[in-house]
Each structure stands twice: as structure tokens, then as C-alpha cells.
């Protein structure tokens, strides 16, 4: 855990453009103090998605400061320690991950991936805003767990739990 007692968690997915992004702004907002959030992905798309700036805008989170940017930049010396690494698309969690530095808990959480989703606008934008409500609902799981209570095979345990189909 970092100096301050402040966790850092890293979200990945392969395109790092919505899902991943979408989460570490949620815990970003709703775990200052507690939580530090980053998100990367295994193949930046280069960008981030319109429609997570969008949905973020609605949900009166910050929008600006995101990039897609790839998983090596968390794999480095320098770079922040991870206590927390989630992959939130199924094709991430199935690569072969980088070597983090620590000893980070590890987990997986699937979502569907609304910047692939093809429909009207309208439909795009239902989308996004259900992954979001489900991205939401776990991470106000992981922030009610009792963090300071919890070793890290507990931690593990738990954090996986939230992953589960139907959570």
C-alpha cells in the first residue's frame, strides 16, 4: 500500500477507450482518500471513446485528463505500485499481463464492451450508460469492503467475488 494509505488500483481492458476509463474515473470520484485509479489497456485504441466522455459528463464526473495508454507504462521502475490490477474486459484478462511491480491483488471483472456495441445512437448511448450503472455497482462493492480488515488473500477473495456473473 502506498505511503499515504491511499490504495491504487489499475483497470485494464484491451483498447483502454471505455470500460477501463469509465471505471477509474467512477473510483477516482467516489474513493478519494481511500483509492488512486489508473486504467490502461493491452492494445491502446489511441483514443478514448466520445461516448465515455459523454456518459461521464452525465454522470457529473470529470471528463477531461483521460488517454488510452498502454499497460508497459504501469510495468516500469518509476511507475506508481499497484496494490489492486482488474481487468474488466474478458480479452485482457486472457492475455499475458506484465510483471507488476509489488505484489498486486489481483482480479477480473467482464463487462461488454459498449464501444463495440453497433446500434442507433440512441441505442449506443443506452449502452454505455448500463456498462456504467454495472461498472458503478461493483466498484461501490469494492468500496464498502473493510480494506483495512483484509489481508491480501482476503482482499483477493473478496475482490473476485465482486466479478462474479450477476453481481
Not at 4 to 32: H, P
Not at 143 to 158: E, N
Request: aromatic share 8%; with cysteine.
Amino acid at each position: 500500500m502506498s505511503e499515504d494509505n491511499i490504495r491504487n488500483v489499475l483497470f485494464l481492458c484491451t483498447g483502454n477507450s471505455a470500460r477501463s476509463v469509465l471505471s477509474e474515473a467512477y473510483l477516482n470520484a467516489k474513493g478519494a482518500g481511500r483509492f488512486r485509479a489508473f486504467s490502461a489497456g493491452s492494445h491502446p485504441s489511441g483514443r478514448v471513446h466520445p461516448l465515455t466522455l459523454t456518459t461521464l459528463e452525465a454522470a457529473g464526473l470529470p471528463k477531461d485528463g483521460y488517454r488510452s495508454k498502454s499497460w508497459d507504462e504501469f510495468a516500469v521502475v518509476g511507475a506508481p505500485e499497484m496494490d489492486v490490477v482488474i481487468t474488466v474486459c474478458d480479452s485482457a484478462a486472457g492475455e499475458m499481463c506484465p510483471i507488476w511491480p509489488g505484489q498486486p491483488v489481483t482480479a477480473h471483472w467482464g463487462f461488454s464492451d459498449p464501444a463495440a456495441f453497433e446500434g442507433t445512437d440512441a441505442e449506443k448511448q443506452a449502452f454505455f450508460r448500463e456498462i456504467f450503472r454495472q461498472i458503478r455497482s461493483r466498484i461501490d462493492l469494492l468500496l464498502s469492503l473493510p480494506m483495512a480488515r483484509l489481508d491480501g488473500i482476503a482482499l483477493k477473495k473478496q475482490i473476485s467475488e465482486i466479478g462474479k456473473p450477476g453481481v
